[in-house]
């Protein structure tokens, strides 16, 4: 399996302390991805290597974390992992693009998953602005399978760059999306696929947290900020 490293975070799944791992390779080419050096990364690890990892800090650990790229794209590798996960008593989230929607049916069926964050990139008919392929109605796909499973969480959330959304889009995107969570989250203009979004300006947290307000009512769940000034702030 392609794995590109791991952290130990405290605020990757909230009020869990996790191993996330990140798995290397997506096929999409999001203009805003901050994990570049993931994309074509080859460096390989076991399945054997993996499990030592998480045993290595699992008396400290509440939770692991598959993030990525897109970790889907090995799917048996990330069946391989939570199943071990479930083996020694840990939950799981995977952090997906939701491009896969037979792949989440599947790691459901098998009852591998706790909680899912669901990158809802933009409107579902504007993906190919944002990513280079029409595939938002296969993410639309994905967030209808996991709401119906009452027994994991699913957090939507979307990354806000201005020079590739509106306020407009956010307000149109609440009225189509359902979960527990919807998270406008800050772009960061640092190390991103498209140089071009290097000369962005990074959004204000004062005017996330407005949008966010805005259409807090629009959505039947909690709306949250995440900032580098503030980290997560929940709105409602």
Request: some cysteine; aromatic content about 8%; hydrophobic content about 40%.
């Amino acid at each position: 399996m392609y794995i590109g490293g791991t952290v130990i975070s405290s605020v990757e799944f909230h009020g869990n302390m996790s191993l996330v791992i990140f798995m290397s390779k997506c096929p999409l080419a999001c203009r805003y991805c901050h994990n570049v050096e993931l994309l074509e990364d080859n460096t390989q690890w076991t399945l054997d290597k993996v499990m030592s990892e998480i045993d290595s800090a699992a008396d400290f650990l509440d939770a692991i974390v598959v993030s990525g790229g897109e970790p889907l794209v090995q799917t048996d590798a990330v069946i391989d992992i939570f199943k071990y996960v479930r083996e020694i008593g840990l939950k799981t989230k995977l952090d997906t693009s939701g491009i896969y929607p037979d792949k989440i049916q599947k790691l459901l069926d098998l009852e591998l998953l706790d909680y899912v964050s669901l990158d809802i990139k933009t409107t579902f008919p504007k993906y190919r602005k944002i990513t280079g392929s029409n595939v938002g109605f296969n993410v639309k796909k994905s967030m209808e399978l996991i709401n119906r499973d009452p027994n994991v969480h699913l957090e939507l959330r979307t990354t806000y760059v201005p020079t590739l959304h509106t306020k407009k889009d956010i307000r149109n995107l609440v009225g189509d999306i359902e979960g527990d969570v919807y998270t406008i989250q800050q772009f960061r203009n640092k190390n991103v696929l498209d140089p071009a979004l290097e000369e962005v300006e990074v959004p204000n947290p004062h005017d996330l947290r407005k949008l966010a307000e805005e259409i807090m009512d629009n959505f039947d769940g909690h709306v949250k900020v995440k900032s580098a000034e503030f980290g997560e702030e929940i709105i409602k």
